[in-house]
C-alpha cells in the first residue's frame, strides 16, 4: 500500500471515528437534558462543584498503570468522584463536571489530539449519563443507607461498560477491523469499579457523619496510592530489567546463530509492546530494512523506500532514542506508523543502522519518554551483538575461503596435497582397497621455456579438466604442484583395474592440446600404488606411486605398478648401495657368459656377458636386484668398466682356445651419455688385445629413443671403432624398424618375452616371424633370446633368425663351465660330423 492509499484510508478511518464520537455525544447531551435534568439532588448533602471538577482533573492526570496479559492498562480514579457526586451534587452539575475536568487534563495534561478528545469526552458525558439514571432507578428515594450501595455499584459499572464499548467501537471504526479487548477491559474494570465505588462510599458514609474526616481519609489514600504508583513503577522498572537482562542473554545466544536480527526484533517488539519493529541497516553498499510484522513475519527489503530511509536519516542526525509522532514526521505515513521509538544501533562507535519500533498496542499508553532509556539500552546491546554476528559471519565466510585456499590449487582448483592426503586417509580408514597414482608430464619444461609460462598455465589447466573428465564421481584428482597430478581411486577391485584407469588418462593425456594458435603434443608417466598392499598412509603410497612412476618413465612405458624389488628408496635397498660400492671395488663382482649359438649351423659365435654377484649374506643376486641400484647411483660406470674388462680379457682367453669370438656386453643409459665410454672401450679393448669387431655392445630400444639424436652421435663414435651396437629387448618399445634403420645398428635382438610366448601364444609367433623378416630385409643380423627348446629353435630357423641365445642351449655360466661346455659341443658336433 503507497502513502496515497494510506492517507485515504486514514481519512475514513477519521471521519467514521467523528460521527460515531458525535452521536455519542448527542445521546448523552440527549440523557443529560431530558432524563437526567429532570431528576434534581439525590439527598441534601450538598459539595461544590469545583470541587468535582477539579477530582476529575487529577483522576485523569493520575493514571494508575499496570500490564494485564502483556497488555499496558490504565486505569483513572475517575469512578470515586463519581460516586460521590451521585450522592452529593446535583446531576447535571456531575456530568459537567465530569466532561469539563477530564477535558482540562486530556487538553492540558495529555495534549490528546481533537479525535481522541471527541471521543473521550462523548463517553465520558455518556458514562456519568448513564450511570446517574442506573443509579437513581435502583437507589431507595434519598437514603444513605447501605441498600443505596448496590445502586451505585451498577450505575459505576454500567457507566464503565458504556465506555469500554464506545471505546472499542472506536478503535474498530479508525482500524478497519474488529477490536478484541471489550470483554478483557469489561473484566478489569468492573474489578476496579468495586474497588474504586468502595472506596466513594466510604467518603460519603464520613461526609455524612463528621465530614472534616474527609481530610483524613484524603490523606490516607493518598499515601495509599502514592505507596501503590511507587509499587507500580517499581516493578516495571523490575520487569523490565529483567526483559533486558534475558533479552541480553537471549541476543548472546542468537549472536552465534544467523537469526540474530530476528531475535532482536522479536525482543524489541515484546521489550516496548510494538505492533511492528524494524532496523534499517546501512551496509556499505546499500541499505536494507529487515521488518518484524505484526503477525511475527520478518520481511527484508533490500531497497528501502525514501520515507524508510529518510526516518533513519533523521534518527541518525539525531543521534539518541527519539519518539515521532506521525503529526510531526510525514514520513512515517507509508511506514503505516502513527508513533514510532527510534534510536541509532552503534557499534564501537560506528554507526550500523536504526531500530526501529511502532504503533504501541493497547489502548491508552503510548510511547512516552520514560520509554527512552530502556530502548537505548536495548539498542547498544543490539548493537554489539549485530557487530559481533557480523564479525563471526565474516570470520567464518574468510575461514572458508581460507579453508578453500589452503586445500585447493590456486591454477586449477582441483584439491592440492594436503586435501589429497585426507582423501586417502579417508579411504584407508573406511578400509577400502584404494590405488594411489602419481601423473607427471613428459616434455611439460619444455612448452614452458618456448611458448611461456601463460601458455604453460593453460596447458595445466587443460590437462586438469581431461583428467578429471575421465575419472568416475568419488574419484580425486589433486594438483601436487608443477606439472605433477594424483589420483585416488577409493575403491579398486585390484592392480588391473587401476593400471587400466591410468592407461586411459596417460591416452587422454596423448591427445593433441591446442594452446592459442598453436597444437602441442605431451604424454604422461604414472605410477601406481595400491593400499594397502604398498603402503598404509598417504604419504608412503604418494612415495611409492612417484618411484613407479620414474621407472615409467624411464621404461617410456607410461605407467608402471609400483614393486618393492625396484624401489630404491628401500632400506634394504639403501643397505645394498654401500654394499654394492664396496663389491664393485673389491672386485667382488663376477662375470657370467651365455652362448649365442648360429640356429643354422649350431656353431657357437658369442657369449653374452650377464653381470653376477655373490653377495656375502644374501648369496648370489640377480642382476635385476643390482644393476638398477647401481644406475641410480652412479656405481654403473664403474660395473660397466669392470664387466667390460673382464669380458673382453675372457673373450681373449675364448678367441686364443679357437672358441666364439665375440663378446656382448649390456650398456645402460647411463653409460651412453658418460663422455668416457667409447675412451674406456678403446682401452679395454688394448688391454685385453682384442678387435673391436670382437665386442658387440647391447642397448636396450627404450634406452636409445630416450635421447635418440644424442644418443645417435655416441653410437656412432662405437659403430666407427668397429663395435657392433645391438638393440637389446627388441619389440618392447615403440620404436620402428624403419627408424633404427637410420641407426647405427649392427644387430637386432628380440626380446624372450616373444621367443618364450611362442609355443603358447600365436600373436608372439606372429611378432617374431615379422621381425624377422623385416630385419632380413634391413639386413641386420637377429639374435633370439629366450630360446629354451629345440623346437623353437627350429621354428625360429624356419622364420630366418640366425642366432639363437637361452636356456636351451646353455644357462649364463662362468668362463671355465663355458670353455668345457664349448669343447664338449664341439667334441659332439665333430662327433656328430664323423657319424
Ligand atoms: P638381458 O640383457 O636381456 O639378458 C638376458 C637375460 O635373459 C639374462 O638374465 C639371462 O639369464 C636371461 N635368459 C637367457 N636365456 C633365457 C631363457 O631361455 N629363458 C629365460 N627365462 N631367461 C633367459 P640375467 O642374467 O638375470 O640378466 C638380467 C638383465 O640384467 C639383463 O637382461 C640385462 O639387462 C641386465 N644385465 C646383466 N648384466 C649386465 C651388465 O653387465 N650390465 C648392465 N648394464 N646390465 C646387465
Ligand atoms: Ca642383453
Ligand atoms: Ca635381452
Redesign the pocket.
Known sequence: MDGEELDERVNVATRRVYVLAAAVATLAAGLTAGPVRELGPFADLRLPWLAFVVAFALSEIFLIHFEHRREAVSLSLSTIPLVVGLYAVDPVLLVAARVLGSAIALVFHRRQVALKLAVNLSHMGLEVAAAILVFRALAPDGGFGVASWPAALAGAVVGDILQSAVLTAAISLYQGRREGGLALSMAVGSAARLIDTSVALVIVSVLRSEPAAVVLLAVACAVLLWSYRAHVSLRVQHRQLAKLYEFTGRMSNAMLGERVVESLLTEAKELLHADVAWVHLDVGTGHRRIVLDTDGQLVTEEQPGDDATALHDRVQHAGKAVILERVDEPALASLGAQQVLATPLRAAGAALGTLVVSNRRGEVRSFATDDLPMFATLANHAGVALANNELLERLRHEASVNEHKSLHDALTDLPNRSLFSLRVEAALARGSAAAVLLLDLDRFKEVNDTLGHQHGDDLLQQVAARLRACLRHGDTIARLGGDEFAVLLPDVPGPEAAVGVARTLVDAVDQPFSLADVTVDISASIGVAIAPHDGRDGTVLLQRADVAMYLAKGNQSGVELYERARDPHTPERLALVGELRNAVADDELD??Y?PQVDLATGDVVGV?????WNHPRRGWL???EF?PV??QTGL?HA??RF?LGR?LQDCAVLRAEGGPGRVS????AK?LVDASLVDDVVASLRAAGVPATALCL?L?ETTIMREPRRNVVALRRLADLGVTVAI??FGTGHSSLAYLKQLPVGEI?I??SF??GMSSNTNDDAIVCSIAQLAANLAIPVVA????SDRIARRLEQFGCGIG????FS??VPLDELRRWVAARRGSIDLSRTA
Not at 805 to 808: I, R, Y
Open positions: 662375470v657370467y651365455q653374452e656377458a650377464l653381470v653376477r640377480s642382476p635385476e644393476v647401481a644406475e654403473i660395473l660397466t664387466v669380458a656386453v649390456n650398456l645402460s653409460n647391447e636396450t637389446d629387448d635382438k626380446d624372450k621367443v618364450l633370446e629366450g630360446v629354451e641365445q637361452g636356456f636351451g644357462r649364463p
